[in-house]
T-cell receptor, first 113, second 114 residues
Framework: NAGVTQTPKFRILKIGQSMTLQCTQD?????MYWYRQDPGMGLKLIYY???????DKGEVPNGYNVSRSTTEDFPLRLELAAPSQTSVYFC????????????FGPGTRLTVL | AQSVSQHNHHVILSEAASLELGCNYS??????LFWYVQYPGQHLQLLLK??????LVKGIKGFEAEFIKSKFSFNLRKPSVQWSDTAEYFC????????????FGKGTTLSVSS
């Protein structure tokens, strides 16, 4: 199993550009998540999904969109990039159920200039 | 709203010293508790977790944590740290119901000198 994979690893965007961060998992997990990690701030949840076709907002959803058309994929879309979106983005997945461990991808480091 | 507090922002230890990292959460219901570690340049990995039973849980690499319900705490411990334990440590809490996500603390950076 590859686990959770993310592409790209690094990206530099100009203000106003758009891009999609890709996330794929091969563990047949129902739940998938997107977090952003900023220095000294821990991880904050952007969006999550409990299954294909179902998504919900997390703590910091503004400026982002998601879709979940398959169990495996959970892309995160930035429509109009802003400097405040400079961060490291982590995708994670887990089995359904309250206490299940989340497995994290390697992250995407995004810089918006 | 739920929150997680990690008391120590940066801890510096010498090898063989003992470690205790504090974590408190603010939610009165049943919770699941986790400690994750992020080694330099790597993604988060689970160290240990608690959801029921013995409040003293053991994880990988000699780490353990104790859940004290009356104190809303889940402190991480290791009796003797190694240089390879240098990393960032995150405490996370999840309500014990399906469909809820992890709430993370801000993290504690541990630097171990050899």
């Amino acid at each position: 199993n590859a686990g959770v994979t993310q592409t790209p690893k690094f990206r530099i965007l100009k203000i106003g550009q758009s891009m999609t961060l890709q996330c794929t998992q091969d563990m047949n997990h129902n739940y998938m998540y997107w977090y952003r990690q900023d220095p000294g701030m821990g991880l904050k949840l952007i969006y999550y999904s409990v299954g294909a076709g179902i998504t919900d907002k997390g703590e910091v959803p503004n400026g982002y969109n998601v879709s979940r058309s398959t169990t495996e994929d959970f892309p995160l879309r930035l429509e109009l990039a802003a400097p405040s979106q400079t961060s490291v983005y982590f995708c994670a997945s887990s089995l359904a159920g309250a206490g299940n461990e989340q497995f994290f991808g390697p992250g995407t480091r995004l810089t918006v200039l | 709203a739920q929150s997680v507090s990690q008391h120590n922002h940066h801890v510096i230890l010498s090898e063989a010293a003992s470690l205790e990292l504090g974590c408190n959460y603010s939610y009165g219901g049943t919770v699941n508790l986790f400690w994750y570690v992020q080694y330099p340049g790597q993604h988060l990995q689970l160290l240990l977790k608690y959801f029921s039973g013995d409040p003293l849980v053991k994880g990988i690499k000699g780490f353990e944590a104790e859940f004290i319900k009356s104190k809303f705490s889940f402190n991480l411990r290791k009796p003797s740290v190694q240089w390879s334990d240098t990393a960032e440590y995150f405490c996370a809490v999840k309500r014990n119901q399906a469909g809820t996500a992890l709430i993370f603390g801000k993290g504690t950076t541990l630097s171990v000198s050899s």
